[in-house]
């Protein structure tokens, strides 16, 4: 079955230890990207890669890093999560700019 | 710059009602246009799209008309189900023909009551 997956699904830190939300998706596809959802803000991308190695800021990248080794693979790192980098975290993926979207289920992140 | 502003919900409506579910956009060139539904527990999924002026986009019951001269794609349902219970993101892409780079609304919860 095609799929964006993400693990883990629900996580609870404490502020200021290191974190890695994984991301993997098995349709082949070039780009990828990261937005975190918050009410009445909507989705806001964080940081996007066009491929391999490509990686590029979106709108709210401040406190995250990714990177992308591996085509399937595109991690989100919090090096040392704040409170307010609490919020529910998609990734998505599409087969180049100019395809849909395929978001995966979430990830519920609560830094205290 | 590029923004989506859609109405605040929650949009509560019987079964069969008809829905509208307002957006407009304030972008510059020609952005393509979506309309995403995100299901209780589940990510996001492409419900619709437009990609130029005039377009109708339509899926499930669900339409959107593209307008340019009121800068708006407003969703409509002729008659909702529970089913359809969910909470529906406007987007728009600043790339006339791409889907990466959204930018979306705030989003709307609809409920459907039996």
């Known amino acids: 079955e095609a799929q964006v997956t993400q693990n883990p699904r629900y996580l609870i830190t404490v502020t200021g230890k290191k974190l890695t939300v994984t991301c993997s998706q098995n349709m082949n596809h070039e780009y990828m990207s990261w937005y975190r959802q918050d009410p009445g803000l909507g989705l806001r991308q964080i940081y996007y890669?066009?491929?391999?190695?490509?990686?590029d800021k979106g709108d709210v990248p401040e406190g995250y890093k990714v990177s992308r080794k591996e085509k399937r693979n595109f991690p989100l790192i919090l090096e040392s999560p704040s409170p307010n980098q609490t919020s529910l975290y998609f990734c998505?993926?599409?087969?180049?700019?100019?395809?849909?979207?395929?978001f995966g289920p979430g990830t519920r992140l609560t830094v205290t | 710059g590029n923004s989506v502003t859609q109405m605040e919900g929650p949009v509560t409506l019987s079964e069969e009602a008809f829905l509208t579910i307002n957006c407009t956009y304030t972008?510059?060139?020609?952005?393509?246009l979506f309309w995403y539904v995100q299901y209780p527990g589940e990510g996001l999924q492409l419900l619709l799209k437009?990609?130029?002026?005039?377009d109708k986009g339509s899926n499930k019951g669900f339409e959107a008309t593209y307008r340019k001269e009121t800068t708006s794609f407003h969703l409509e349902k002729g008659s909702v189900q529970v089913s359809d219970s969910a909470v529906y993101f406007c987007a728009l892409s600043p790339f006339s023909g791409g889907y990466n780079k959204l930018i979306f609304g705030a989003g709307t919860r609809l409920a459907v009551h039996p």
């Open positions: 998505a993926s599409s087969l180049n700019r100019e395809h849909e979207q395929y």
């Open positions: 972008a510059t060139g020609y952005p393509s």
């Open positions: 437009a990609t130029k002026a005039d």
């Open positions: 890669s066009m491929n391999v190695e490509v990686t």
